[in-house]
């Protein structure tokens, strides 16, 4: 049982197992009526047979009379034209008197036993007089002389109805009429209606499909609505979902058009409910940016003051200008700060890129150069493939950005390794894509910080970060470039093997 529902069970879709239901009801219907008239022929034919064996047995009892009393049979004799009326018998003197009666069926049997002596016989297809079997007569011997009508199987000759009945004397009449007539238009009724049965399913499968199939349409015209909306970009930026189901299907007095009025009204639901959101979104962005932006200038003369300050060191004493040394590198930390603030703010507004070919390679080899400069104790190696090897394709892409991109890994490979790490800056190209790798063999990313690594504000050791003057949003912002320019970005913070891989469309070659 267990193992059957840990099997997904193939279902079947809602028109096939209305179609099934539909026939399920017509083939019962159709049995129930083939048995109940079947049943009613079989009786209605039996109570003729039964109405005939009655006066059938009533003249074969006066029958010994006539017998008796030497009296000869009006019947028709053998060469008679009609064929079906019965002949006197001509086969033995034991043949019971009442097959020669005229009116006797074709098939009729008849025993008699009077003075001891057992007459027997039936007539043939001919209407000819025939002997009955030792086991025929057995059969009909057997039966108790009660005067009721029963249904026995006589060798050879088949299902009969019997009646056997004794008169005052003790005398023994046995009448049989055979079934065979009666059973074989019961056959032939079933088969015909078999037949009809078959054709009726048939033709009712054929149009339970197509009314089935014209009813649930509507359905797929939902259904398909809801998968186009379904495959638009709703995440980020303004959204606009102008799919409706078409109007003919969302009436509500059927249960299509209830789904498909419902569809519409939770589009129309989603819709407003996107745009509101995305709104304060932009009303937060802007506030940031115009924040950042306004912080600029004040940030700037703080600056400028303090400098000026420091220059004067003969009116002011040692720990004033201490004090105002730290003044001048806060602001220069916090201008760092607003400004990353402020390009994270542009880049979510989808800000438009300055787009144009940029040779990644050699933004590489300048920001190596640069970062030999800016730590000398780290060993920085350049990898660009093979001498004779093609250089990597340029990309479309903001070079400004990218740069940026480039000094915040490598500043990144420089501030949270050890000296005497070896950092290695490849670029390739792999497919229709311009692969950068920064790998470093320094102590690596820890796991809690490598799911958030690209959140703004992560940052691995906080205090000592802090203290480092980094603010976690470095990363934040390389994957906010990468993915504007539809690239992707991935970390590795395998101890020893720190690698960040970006992944740049290449610029096609025929654009
Ligand atoms: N190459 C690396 N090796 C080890 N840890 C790293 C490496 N690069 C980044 N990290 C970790 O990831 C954190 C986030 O980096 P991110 O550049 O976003 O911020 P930051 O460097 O701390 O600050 P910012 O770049 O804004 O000055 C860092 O604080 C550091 O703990
Ligand atoms: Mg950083």
């Known amino acids: 049982m267990s193992v059957a529902a840990a099997r997904p069970r193939t279902r079947w879709t809602l028109r096939r197992r209305l179609v099934a239901v539909v026939l399920v009801l017509l083939a019962s219907v159709a049995a129930v009526m083939g048995v109940v008239s079947t049943l009613a022929l079989r009786s209605s034919l039996i109570g003729q047979i039964d109405q005939r064996l009655e006066s059938a047995s009533q003249r074969a009892e006066q029958a010994p009379e006539r017998f008796r009393d030497g009296m000869p049979t009006d019947a028709p004799t053998a060469g008679d034209s009609s064929g079906t009326e019965p002949t006197p018998p001509t086969t033995g003197t034991d043949v019971p008197p009442a097959l020669g009666l005229p009116g006797q069926d074709v098939g009729t049997v008849n025993v008699y036993q009077l003075n001891g002596q057992t007459l027997s016989g039936y007539l043939d ?197 201490r004090a105002m040394g730290r003044v001048e590198s806060e602001a220069r930390r916090m201008t760092t700060l607003v400004e990353d603030m402020l390009l994270l703010a542009r880049l979510d507004a989808g800000r438009d890129l300055d787009l144009q070919e940029v040779d990644l390679a050699g933004l590489a080899v300048d920001a190596v150069a640069d970062a030999h400069v800016a730590g000398p104790d780290h060993d920085w190696r350049l990898d660009l493939g093979e001498e004779d090897d093609e250089p990597p394709a340029p990309v479309i892409g903001d070079e400004h950005r990218l740069r940026q991109v480039l000094l915040n890994l490598l500043s990144n490979a420089r501030v949270h390794t050890p000296a005497g790490t070896r950092v290695v800056v490849s670029v390739r190209e792999e497919g229709s894509e311009v692969v950068l790798r920064v790998r470093d063999d320094g102590p690596g990313i820890p796991e809690p910080l490598l799911s958030r690594l690209f959140l703004r504000f992560a940052r691995g050791d906080e205090s000592r970060n802090r203290a480092a003057g980094s603010t976690g949003l470095g990363l934040a912002i390389v994957r906010a470039v990468v993915t504007a320019h539809g690239g992707t970005i991935v970390a590795d913070g395998t101890p020893g093997a720190t690698t960040f891989t970006v992944r740049l469309p290449r610029a096609d070659p025929v654009a």
């Not at 209407?127 to 025929?136: A, I, K, M, R, W």
């Not at 499968?205 to 379904?230: C, H, K, N, Y």
């Not at 569809?263 to 924040?291: I, K, P, Y």
């Not at 932006?293 to 300050?309: D, K, M, N, W």
Request: no cysteine.
């Open 125 to 321: 297809d001919d209407g000819v007089s025939q002997q009955l079997t030792d086991e025929q007569l057995d059969v009909l011997l057997g039966l108790t002389p009660s005067g009721a009508m029963v249904t026995v199987e006589l060798p050879e000759l088949g299902s009969y109805r019997v009646v056997s009945t004794t008169n005052d004397d003790g005398d023994l009449s046995i009448t049989a009429l055979p079934l065979s007539g009666a059973t074989s238009t019961v056959d032939k009724f079933l088969a015909v209606e078999i037949a009809v049965a078959a054709i009726g399913l048939l033709v009712g499968a054929w149009l339970a499909t197509v009314l089935v199939r014209r009813e649930l349409r509507p359905l797929d015209r939902v259904a398909a609505t809801a998968t186009r909306v379904a495959q638009m970009p709703l995440a980020r930026g303004e959204v606009e979902i102008a799919e409706r189901v078409p109007e003919q299907d969302t009436d509500p007095g059927t249960e299509v058009g209830q789904v498909g009025s419902a569809l519409n009204q939770m589009l129309g639901h989603v819709e407003s409910a996107l745009t509101a959101r995305h709104e304060s979104e932009t009303q937060v962005r802007r506030f940031v940016a115009d924040a950042s932006h306004e912080l600029r200038t004040p940030l700037a003369s703080i600056r400028g003051y303090a400098e000026l300050v420091q220059r004067l060191p003969e009116d002011l004493p040692e720990d004033a200008l």
